[in-house]
């Protein structure tokens, strides 16, 4: 089922998220220790204030963004339903771990670094539940309820589920 209402923001969404995960994951695959030496860039070091550096686990985390930024852009170009939803769960399930993480990490950065970090980090899990509700079924403007045939009067039903 194809998404019919909110597609530009569903869209907007993921390719925010696209572009974002997908320039730190290609980063992270092209040059695993400049990315930790130099992220976010100039004179800010986010990753390298959490040692030691270990280029399998930069390298896995970069593989893990490049297959949710590549999933990410499918659900935007495709808008199908499933594809939609299944991807804004799984940028929320990668989300909420990186966030709480960062969330508890907070001494090793200045507080214009944790605003700004916490806040793209945070963005990431609003996001997907954003696109969450913008493909359910009520934000879609379907009907949870049987439709009453001709004739017959309406009445109360309870919602029901897909």
Excluded: C
Excluded at 82 to 88: F, I, N
Excluded at 93 to 112: E, I, N
């Amino acid at each position: 089922m194809e998404i019919e209402r909110h597609r530009g923001w569903i869209r907007f969404a993921f390719i925010y998220l696209t572009v974002t995960i997908g320039v730190v994951a290609a980063w992270i695959l092209i040059a695993p220790k400049g990315f930790y030496d130099n992220f976010p860039g100039g004179s800010t070091h986010w990753v390298s204030a959490l040692p030691p550096y270990n280029e399998h686990l930069e390298r896995d985390f970069g593989g893990a963004g490049l297959g949710l930024a590549v999933l990410a852009a499918l659900a935007a170009v495709w808008m199908e339903r499933r594809v939609v939803q299944a991807a804004a769960v799984a940028l929320f399930v990668a989300g909420v771990p990186h966030l709480a993480y960062h969330v508890t990490t907070t001494g090793h950065y200045s507080t214009r670094d944790n605003v700004a970090s916490l806040a793209g980090l945070a963005l990431d899990v609003l996001l997907p539940l954003a696109v969450l509700y913008l493909a359910s079924d009520r934000a879609q403007g379907r009907s949870l309820r049987p439709e009453t045939p001709p004739g017959e009067p309406a009445r109360e039903q309870p919602l029901r589920s897909r």
